[in-house]
């Protein structure tokens, strides 16, 4: 128990150093590394994530989930340069989705989650926070130490279903939790149709932000959860692809939930902005791409294991 109080702390630790060493010690001289106004705020709500994280695992301590050793940090390491590079690569202001901030499409969310469920929640945190930290710096962005926080919480919660014995018994609530919370916020789409797009642009008249989160957007969501749910259901046999994508859901739903409502402190959005604005038009698009893309990974992932002989 011990060893593994340690080696989890140290991985909470390296996280957030990792994150501080590169605002401050870099952000003065790199723009790429720099964040926004409220940058102790940003931090105050990245150990609040990390403490959420410790404390789940000081009340599952005694679970083998929670091993780190040479093997899992190997993980870490590659997770998050993959990461890194997909998030760059689809990060773009080609594959920009109508919001109120910088909300690209990023079919890359399905490595911290299959990474989390593979190898276990800490690699999977690892994953989201520090891939989507040097993907944000390599874009040229700047950093936002919460929103790498809630994609760390997407991997940690998608590598939960390892401190279960029994996994299918926690599909049900999970999927159904993630359904509700869903269809809350689709609902609060459309009690808000009129939140501003503030990505739009005309150019001809110079005009930004004069248009209207789109309903694809504020739909989304219900979209990937019917996938997710049809994925739940078809693949109900194969238990690793079921459980990826549910729980997977379920992070994201609340990894990202928690960066936008941030939010709310940090920018100064109302909470009707920071759900419809942010959330729904990043939170989305990830479920439309959990669906699709970790079951491939699964698949391939066993396929390497049977080749293996694991």
Known sequence: MNNKLTSVALSLAAVLAILLLLVYG???TNERFQTGENAVLRFVFVIVGLLAVFLIYYFTRDNPAWEVGTRQVVWMAIGAALYAV?????NG????????????LRPAIAIPMFFGYAFGPVVGLFTGVIGNTFGDALTGFGLFPQWSM??????????LPMLFGDKK??????????GVLALLGAVLYFLNPSQPNAMFFDPANNVFGDAQITLFAGISILIGFVLVLVVRFVFGQNLDIAAAVTWGMLGN???IGFAALSDIW??????????????????GPNLIFAAILVPLLVVAYGSVQRQSGR
């Open 26 to 28: 870099l952000g003065p």
């Open 86 to 90: 997909f998030s760059f690569l689809f």
């Open 93 to 104: 202001t080609v594959f920009v989705v109508p919001s109120l901030s910088q909300v690209a």
């Open 150 to 159: 809630g994609n760390g919480l997407v991997g940690f919660i998608a590598g």
């Open 169 to 178: 018994r926690s599909l049900d609530a999970v999927l159904w939790t993630g």
């Open 253 to 255: 739903i609340i990894g």
């Open 266 to 283: 940090i920018n100064g959005y109302s909470p009707v902005a920071a759900i419809v604005g942010e959330f729904l038009p990043a939170a």
